[in-house]
């Protein structure tokens, strides 16, 4: 089943509905979870095969343009290499001590061993990912992370290159953190 932003907006839009119900009602409160949607989630802002703003590549990379590989719409970004590190990037923002969950649906070629997805720090350095191997088909993969300090983190996925030619495909880059309003 393919999850479109309109359903994700939904989604985040019942689950306050059901806070502040339950607020209401007398019943143990509990956060709401908003979308915080990274800008550009399915790619389909892409205007053409170079990866642009608000998204920046690491190694060879690009976005597939109405070829059929994504997950849903039109777009998909891509990194395929034969060595080194290749991905992509967002800058977000995040808050001290709350818990943002990114999804992101990524499929590769059957020679990827290690692949990744997360949050980095500023420096660039992993604070929380999780490996992946082959996926041959779309599989939305999931990263938990409550920082210890707000700011700026990076939302990231890609794959080490060793030695074979090797790809992933990239879509439906979500994040969902508490909602205050």
């Known amino acids: ?15 306050a509905v059901v806070v502040a119900a339950t607020t209401l009602t007398g ?27 608000p998204w920046i590549g690491e190694g060879r990379v690009g976005i597939d343009r109405g070829k059929g590989y994504s997950l849903s719409g039109s777009n998909n970004a891509w990194a395929r290499n034969v060595s080194g590190w290749n991905a992509i990037r967002q800058s977000v923002y995040l808050y001290k001590g709350e818990l943002h969950t990114l999804t992101v649906a990524i499929r590769s070629s059957g020679n990827v061993r290690d692949g990744y997805t997360g949050f980095r720090n500023e420096a660039q350095r992993p604070v929380a990912e999780v490996k992946f191997g082959p996926l041959t088909r779309y599989r939305t993969l999931r990263v938990q992370f409550r920082p210890a300090v707000t700011g700026r983190y990076n939302l990231f996925a890609g794959f080490w290159a060793l030695g074979q030619d090797a790809w992933i495909q990239i879509d439906e880059v979500h994040l969902e953190r508490p909602c205050w309003d």
């Open 27 to 53: 019943v143990e409160a509990a956060h709401a979870i908003c979308l915080a949607l990274p800008r550009d989630s399915g790619f389909e802002q892409q205007r053409s095969g170079s990866v642009r703003s």
């Open 1 to 15: 089943m393919t999850t479109r932003v309109s359903d994700w907006k939904a989604i985040a839009f019942m689950t």
